[in-house]
């Protein structure tokens, strides 16, 4: 019934907004397994829908193993506190976006966010870097930051509905095989061999949970994902119904055989 009310709630046209701020109350009620059962079957439903969700997570009160369960299941996450907003978290968005620290002032006017000033965190005599910084139209945070690459990309399909074809990923390189991947209602599955090289996953009909790596990306019918430097090791369906994925990878042309 929970979960009816909040999707329910969701459903318009526009898809809605909601806030839940009972995820303390939930582990309080069922525990920390059951809770995180219904974060993951309702935040991907939501997701489905357009509906822009927040889920309000203290890490304080639940845990950081719990934190970690709903951050692979989500799409963004942003974490607060100290007067400062940092993206833990942002599926598809631009590389940069993800690590980036914003200071937060509340005034009687709002809310407002900006960056962090690189000189107040890095101390004294780092001019020539705010100075190339700013000569390379490059945030200070991205010059610094020393979090390796996801090692994939990962693409959303519009969600306005165009006619004709739309570009997700392409790649015009030759030596592409494609497989057409079906999954029941909540099944799993993974690809009969590790491939060594690039390889996307293109999903066609319901909603997909990927292994990427030690990422899992969730992905909607239209979505692609490509990885080129981790292996895709497995897909989860998520709803109750049929799910249809293509998998594609790109042989080395300096190989021959199956990989």
């Known amino acids: 019934m929970?979960?009816?009310a909040i999707v329910e709630g969701a459903r318009s046209n526009p898809p809605g907004f909601v806030v839940i701020d009972g995820l303390v109350q939930f582990v309080r009620c069922w525990g920390a397994s059951k809770a995180v059962a219904f974060f993951s079957l309702v935040c991907p439903r939501l997701f489905d829908?357009?509906?822009i969700a927040y889920w309000q997570a203290p890490r304080a009160q639940l845990g950081a193993p719990f934190i970690d369960?709903?951050?692979?299941?989500?799409?963004?996450?942003?974490?607060?506190?100290?007067?400062?907003?940092?993206?833990?978290?942002a599926e598809g968005r631009p590389a940069s976006v993800q690590g980036r620290l914003l200071r937060l002032t509340i005034g009687d006017d709002g809310l407002h966010l900006e960056?962090?000033?690189?000189?107040?965190?890095?101390?004294?005599?780092?001019?020539?870097?705010?100075?190339?910084?700013?000569?390379?139209?490059?945030?200070?945070?991205?010059?610094?930051?020393?979090?390796?690459?996801?090692g994939y990309?990962?693409?959303?399909?519009?969600?306005?509905?165009?006619?004709?074809?739309?570009?997700?990923?392409?790649?015009?390189?030759a030596g592409l095989r494609a497989y057409l991947v079906r999954l029941e209602p909540g099944t799993s599955g993974a690809p009969d061999v590790l491939h060594k090289g690039a390889e996307m996953v293109l999903v066609a009909s319901g909603l997909v949970q990927l292994t990427i790596g030690s990422d899992t990306p969730v992905m909607r019918a239209g979505d692609a994902a490509l990885a080129t430097t981790?292996?895709?090791?497995?897909?989860?369906?998520?709803?109750?119904?049929?799910?249809?994925l293509f998998w594609v990878v790109r042989d080395n042309p300096t190989r021959t055989g199956r990989q």
């Open 69 to 89: 369960e709903v951050t692979s299941v989500t799409q963004c996450v942003v974490e607060i506190g100290g007067g400062h907003l940092r993206v833990i978290k």
């Open 2 to 4: 929970l979960e009816t």
């Open 230 to 244: 981790v292996a895709v090791s497995g897909w989860r369906n998520l709803l109750n119904v049929p799910a249809v």
């Open 115 to 150: 960056d962090e000033r690189a000189l107040g965190r890095l101390g004294h005599g780092l001019e020539t870097v705010v100075l190339l910084s700013e000569r390379l139209g490059i945030g200070v945070d991205d010059l610094l930051a020393s979090s390796p690459p996801a």
């Open 153 to 173: 990309v990962l693409a959303r399909r519009p969600r306005a509905q165009a006619e004709g074809t739309t570009a997700l990923l392409d790649d015009p390189n």
């Open 49 to 51: 829908l357009g509906a």
